[in-house]
């Protein structure tokens, strides 16, 4: 199969790459345990450290503001240090928070190092999909950026199990330690992969960048691909913040920042946060049922994720999106309606049953759409010179709406009750979908010089269409 060049889109992926995406992906391990981690640590905390209601809350979202400086801060280093060193940053950062709240001996330290911590989840959480996009083959490219997504997922299974594991000692401690283990591999595997191609011949290293595709490609013809992308960075001009209001920019940036912010308005993280709550809502008061229930319904999004690794570059992402999308509000209506009418289904715990069907359904709509698909389009649709800061803007969005919705659940169960909370969550996601309807582009198999070139020439995304992947 070729490109609008003439070049050939190879579909192999060589064990070299395999390699290089699978240890970058493990950022994603990182930043699902961390995040998820807390959840379980945050009991034996708030009694080791008297916390009253209002601190446990700000150690419990400490870490959304680290992350949202990291995405501030990482966009300009992934653009100026390069992917390789950002992430290699992040994993230091990650090894020196989580030295710093193991050591803790009260509540400030602990912050200082769970902000840290959020600061290095902040530049992993984008610049390892950029990684991966830049060295992934244009047919394979979603799957293997939903690889990041999918750790993501097991990181935060991993972390339930780690706190159940400490549960009966209290140990929370240990619990965030066991976080050093995956940031070890991450550091010590970065070391020694190379930066991206493209970044490198955005830097004119062509040299390198000729001996990085050729290993990550599997053979020595390269200079198809090598001059797609020496002419996507000629017809470039800048880098600079300023340039993200170009006209070819400016609509690959709202397609981001509204899949951002909708991805957590959605409500996403109330799920991932307050799900023993929830379950505790609905009936189940034990301690131990409710977070039995909540890794089931981890261990349901990692499945889905599985599906959409597969799914993602056969289908597309605008199928998947759509999809998911309409899911998830139909799964929200019915949690909603299930505590509408509580009164009438509480007897034989069928409250209970909606509610575990309901946010199963949820999380697996989620884990097969708005998730995955996220993250890997804003890999794809920013042109190159900008493409970490624009990452970046799109990555702040979502930490900050992400910081918005979990610091706001439990106040609007308050005013609106459960029923009119989930029912919100559903009219957002109804206006997600008629959103990507009508602006999100097909990016399935084009290679990121086509995708870029499309919106240089001012054409809308709609107009983008992907094309099939063709046979390995």
Do not use: C
Not at 304 to 324: F, H, K, S, W, Y
């Amino acid at each position: 199969m070729k490109t609008q060049g003439g070049t050939v889109k190879r579909t192999a992926l060589t064990l070299f790459a395999s390699i290089a995406v699978a240890v970058a992906a493990v950022g994603g391990i990182l930043f699902g345990y961390d995040t998820g981690v807390i959840s379980g640590a945050i009991l034996f905390i708030t009694s080791e450290f008297a916390l009253p209601p209002t601190l446990e809350e700000i150690a419990t979202s400490s870490v959304l503001v680290g992350a949202i400086l990291g995405a501030i801060a990482g966009g300009l280093l992934a653009d100026r240090a390069g992917r390789r060193l950002s992430i290699i940053a992040a994993s230091a950062a990650f090894l020196a928070g989580t030295g710093i709240v193991v050591v803790a001996a009260g509540l400030p330290v602990f912050l200082a190092g769970r902000v840290l911590i959020g600061m290095a989840i902040g530049v992993a959480s984008f610049v390892v999909p950029l990684y991966i996009s830049e060295i992934a083959p244009s047919a394979l490219r979603g799957g293997m950026v939903s690889i990041n997504q999918l750790f993501i997922t097991l990181g935060i299974l991993i972390s339930y199990g780690v706190d159940y594991l400490f549960s009966s000692s209290g140990d929370w401690r240990a619990m965030f330690a066991l976080g050093a283990v995956p940031a070890a591999v991450l550091l010590v595997g970065m070391l020694l992969l190379p930066d991206s191609p493209r970044w490198l011949a955005s830097r004119q290293q062509t040299d390198r960048a000729t001996a990085v595709l050729q290993k990550i490609r599997g053979t020595r013809e390269v200079s198809g691909e090598l001059d797609d992308i020496r002419k996507s960075i000629k017809a470039q001009k800048g880098g600079r913040w300023s340039d993200l209001l170009a006209p070819s920019v400016r609509m690959p940036l709202i397609v981001g920042l509204g899949l951002a912010v909708l991805q957590q308005l959605t409500g996403i993280n109330t799920v991932i946060y307050y799900a023993p709550t929830i379950f505790q809502f609905a009936g189940l008061h034990s301690a131990g049922a409710s977070i039995a229930a909540t890794a089931g319904v981890g261990t349901v999004n990692v499945l889905a994720t599985a599906a959409a690794v597969v799914l993602i570059d056969r289908t597309g992402r605008r199928p998947l999106l759509l999809a998911g999308i309409a899911g998830m509000a139909v799964s929200l209506a019915v949690l909603g309606a299930g505590f509408a009418f509580s009164g009438a289904v509480q007897g034989g715990s069928l409250l209970g049953l909606i509610t575990a069907v309901s946010l199963t359904a949820y999380i697996a709509s989620f884990a097969i759409g708005l998730g995955p698909v996220f993250w890997l389009l804003i890999a794809e649709i920013y042109p190159l010179n900008v493409r970490g800061r624009a990452m970046s803007v799109a990555t702040v969005a979502n930490w900050a709406a992400n910081f918005l919705i979990t610091l706001t659940f439990l106040t609007l169960v308050g005013i609106l009750d459960q029923a009119g909370v989930f029912w919100l969550y559903a009219l957002v996601s109804i206006i997600a979908w008629f959103f990507v309807l009508r602006l999100v582009p097909e990016t399935k198999g084009l290679t990121l010089e086509e995708i870029e070139e499309h919106f240089r020439a001012g054409r809308h995304p709609r107009e983008l269409k992907g094309v099939a992947r063709p046979r390995d």
